[in-house]
């Protein structure tokens, strides 16, 4: 591990060497907590920093402080964070609550695995969620269908999500008798980094105690009652395997509500979208209209009415969260510039210090 975290962490600093200031140096970061973060550099793994004030003072929201996976400028002799490095994915939804904030799950992914359980909890809308905020942040989605040792029809449960998902790596496994987790390696190279992610008790810790081969998360069982997991992990985090990539765990999700996902819906219901191109009329409702694909592709069987209602369902939260978001950015923008005319007011009134 120690070799691939060598050249990883160089072929870091060469890109991001123009974000870099003298003294600086590049850190990833492995986790956050009450405002502190642990950073790894090439050779340290457990280094404790905060943001600068000025970083804290100037960021208009949560996007522009560090997450869990974010390459970090660092002063190390003063343990202090001087600036993110430029991201290239960004995992994220909308903050629970009614504010539309986002909160980033993890920062510069390659793929994210979703993890389900092969349970009474198995629900395909849920997993359609996750797969659109995966296609919103840049990255890959593989869909994990955990427990198969206790699923006697895994095989049927595997082609039904596949159908759903149309294109997206559908794998069944048990992390217990590590049946099917070869299939995840070529997702495990070096330098790639993965998150995990899912409701609670699907079996996250237990696959990154599996691929760590250790046993440094802490798992529970699901509760009989009802089959639903209940929370271990408490906190993102990231882990470097032997293979030489990166491994993010992160807490069970009650909610998974999207706050930008236009993208990631097209990307998902493609399928829909390009039925809904073929109408007679551009502005079709795909109501009782004639010349309706969409109405003639659910007669036909072609398309379920139940994936067409989810699409609907997504696409009017989407909107209605992205133009929320917006009224928030332009409240945040007007705040921001009435405090710099104050600023600049209070700066003209105050007397000169020129001496003569």
């Known amino acids: 591990m120690n070799q691939y975290k060598s050249i990883i962490f160089s072929s870091a600093r060469e890109e991001y060497a123009p974000y870099l200031e003298e003294h600086m140096e590049v850190a990833r970061v492995v986790t956050e907590q009450k405002g502190f973060y642990k950073v790894m550099t090439d050779v340290e793994e457990g280094l404790l920093c905060q943001v600068t004030g ?26 202090i964070i001087e600036r993110v490095l430029p991201r290239k994915s960004k995992f994220s939804r909308k903050m629970a609550g009614n504010e539309a904030e986002e909160q980033i799950i993890a920062a510069n992914i390659d793929t994210v695995f979703i993890l389900s359980s092969l349970n009474d909890d198995l629900n395909l809308h849920r997993i359609e969620r996750y797969v659109i905020l995966c296609w919103e942040s840049g990255a890959t989605p593989v869909v994990i269908l955990t427990k198969a040792d206790v699923c006697p029809d895994a095989v049927e449960r595997v082609s039904e999500v596949e159908a759903a998902l149309l294109g997206v ?13 070869e299939a995840l390696y070529p997702y ?13 008790g699907v079996g996250k810790s237990t696959l990154t105690n599996e691929l760590l081969q250790e046993s440094l ?3 529970k069982e699901v509760r009989h009652s ?24 992160t807490p069970g999700m009650r909610e998974i509500q999207i706050l930008h996902g236009s993208e990631g819906l097209s990307t998902q219901f493609n399928d829909v979208e390009e ?10 409702s795909h109501g009782g209209e004639p010349g309706c694909a969409i109405r003639l592709a659910i007669e036909e069987g072609v398309l379920s009415e139940d994936r067409y209602l989810h699409y609907e369902k997504l696409q009017r939260e989407i909107a209605y969260m992205e133009r929320r978001g917006n009224k928030r950015l332009e409240s945040l923008e007007r705040k921001k510039w009435k405090s710099m005319s104050k600023k600049r007011k209070t700066e003209a009134a105050a007397p000169s210090s020129l001496t003569g």
Do not use: Y
């Open 217 to 219: 998360q802490k798992t």
């Open 226 to 249: 009802d089959d639903k997991g209940r929370h271990t992990t408490t906190h993102r985090e990231l882990f470097l395997l032997d293979s030489g990539a990166a491994l993010i765990d």
């Open 188 to 200: 495990l190279t070096p330098g790639k980094t993965v998150a995990l992610t899912g409701s609670s």
């Open 169 to 181: 790596p559908v794998m069944a496994i048990s992390s217990l008798d590590r049946t099917g987790l």
């Open 54 to 79: 000025k970083m804290r003072f100037q960021s208009d929201s949560r996007e522009d402080l560090p997450a869990v996976g974010d390459w970090v400028a660092i002063r190390k002799d003063e343990a």
């Open 275 to 284: 039925l809904a191109r073929s109408c007679r009329f551009n502005d079709c």
